[in-house]
């Protein structure tokens, strides 16, 4: 089936700071999302961005599906980001959604 | 509130117990995915159904089975609970045609001691 691979692992952030993550995947695909997991556990979708760019806010993400990866970038990072950001793909023979292991954000005051 | 819910938001059983994790998907959507979020398994599909049919099944164990009813509402039961069944327990939903994506609801904690 297909692979999700998201980086980095984990990652530190001071308020204020910006930062990119990284989702790879490895076959085409018919979706891509990008969620964020809060502490409470509430996966809260974010993007869903199969190709092409989109911004929300401090948020924006970008797919280039012919090379298989997306990117999600957040500016101005606050201590409320902080959690776990998934990347979930469906691949093009309608499979459900697959997910990566996730960045985990932390972001300190 | 993602317009899916489910109920109950937590569940502490004993192991060898039963119980039963249900599901509202959005309105309109007929598309229902159960999903399981363990600590070292990460997130892992279950089961989907569509319209009341099973359309796909992904890493259930034979002790879980799960149902789509007329009203679309969907439940997942789980039999025989083990310490490791304990988890969170993502219902999603998806409409028909059209590209918006997976919606969750807000999960089940399951607790087995």
């Known amino acids: 089936g297909i692979q999700v691979e998201q980086s980095p692992p984990d990652l530190i952030l001071q308020e204020g700071a910006n930062s990119t993550l990284r989702c790879n995947f490895s076959?085409?695909?018919?979706?891509l999302q990008w969620f964020h997991q809060n502490p409470w556990g509430q996966l809260i979708n974010l993007f869903y961005?199969?190709?092409g760019t989109k911004q929300n806010g401090r948020l924006s993400a970008t797919t280039v599906a012919t090379e298989r990866y997306s990117l999600l970038y957040i500016s101005s990072s606050q201590t409320t980001d902080s959690g776990v950001y998934f990347c979930?793909?469906?691949?093009?023979?309608?499979?459900?959604?697959?997910f990566g292991k996730g960045t985990r954000l932390s972001v300190i005051a | 509130d993602s317009g899916v819910t489910q109920t109950p938001k937590h569940l502490i059983t004993a192991t060898g117990q039963r119980v039963t994790l249900r599901c509202s998907p959005r309105?309109?959507?007929?598309?229902v995915y159960w999903y399981q979020q363990s600590l070292d398994q990460g997130l892992q599909f279950l089961i989907q159904?569509?319209?009341?049919?099973?359309?796909a099944k992904g890493n259930i164990l034979e002790r879980f089975s799960a149902q789509q009813f007329p009203d679309l509402h969907s439940e997942l039961n789980l039999s025989s609970l083990e310490l490791g069944d304990s988890a969170l327990y993502f219902c999603?939903?998806?409409?028909?045609?059209?590209?918006?994506?997976?919606?969750f609801g807000s999960g089940t904690r399951l607790t087995v001691v």
């Open positions: 309105s309109g959507d007929l598309s």
């Open positions: 979930a793909v469906e691949g093009s023979g309608n499979t459900p959604l697959v």
């Open positions: 961005i199969p190709s």
């Open positions: 999603a939903s998806t409409p028909t045609g059209g590209n918006y994506g997976y919606t």
């Open positions: 076959d085409s695909v018919n979706n």
């Open positions: 159904y569509y319209n009341g049919e099973e359309r």
